[in-house]
């Protein structure tokens, strides 16, 4: 069956750390993979948005790397800080399925 | 512009009542999806609709419907809710369909007693 796993389910780094996250799919090919963020208690914010025949993209400190080899996803923030905190979801998506989040803290 | 707007953003029923929540997305964007959020089962989808016709769906009971207004708002229905309805519901819409980015509202906090 097709499933969709997020490495861990809480991840502590310290300030200023690089941030990396894993989504790994299995039994489907997505075209495309999305990465969002969520705060307690409100709905998903969009981050970014990555195209099977592309490797990898980048926005400001946020980094994601597409491997369909692999059916993997890494998603990283560098320069770490106490507002990155939040949950990040992945969605490899051609039927519009999430990851279950890894919880991210950044600790002063 | 306004972002997506989810009413009521809380509610509290009893179990076999029925319940209808609302969805206005962002102006010009025509797909709008649901999403039932749980702490132990995650995110899961629910419907997408597109110009007012349902055009995926996931695996949820028939209990679970929806509907898309020719104005692109979205109305999701459940009757005869169960303890195990208690959710956040989401909304989320996009111009053309989930393989474009979605913006989420902040949901619809149901509790069922």
């Known amino acids: 069956s097709q499933k969709i796993e997020q490495n861990s389910e809480a991840l502590n780094i310290q300030e200023g750390k690089t941030a990396t996250l894993t989504c790994n799919y299995t039994n489907y090919s997505p075209a495309y993979l999305q990465w969002y963020r969520q705060d307690p208690g409100r709905g998903p914010v969009f981050l970014l948005l990555i195209r099977e025949n592309e490797k990898e993209k980048r926005k400001e400190r946020l980094k994601v790397t597409f491997d369909t080899t692999l059916k993997q996803s890494l998603f990283h923030i560098t320069a770490s800080q106490p507002a990155d905190s939040a949950t990040y979801l992945c969605a490899p998506s051609n039927d519009m399925r999430f990851g279950a989040g890894t919880r991210l803290t950044v600790k002063p | 512009k306004a972002g997506v707007t989810q009413t009521p953003r809380y509610l509290i029923k009893t179990r076999g009542q029925q319940v209808t929540l609302s969805c206005s997305p962002i102006?010009?964007?025509?797909?709008v999806s649901w999403y039932q959020q749980t702490p132990g089962q995650g995110l899961q989808f629910l419907f997408e609709y597109f110009s007012e016709t349902q055009r995926n769906k996931g695996n949820f009971p028939g209990r679970f419907s929806g509907r898309q207004f020719s104005n692109s708002r979205s109305e999701m229905n459940v009757s005869t809710l169960e303890l195990g309805d208690s959710a956040l519901y989401l909304c989320?819409?996009?111009?053309?369909?989930?393989?474009?980015?979605?913006?989420f509202g902040d949901g619809t906090r149901l509790s069922i007693l």
């Open positions: 102006s010009g964007h025509r797909s």
């Open positions: 989320a819409s996009s111009f053309d369909g989930p393989n474009q980015p979605q913006h």
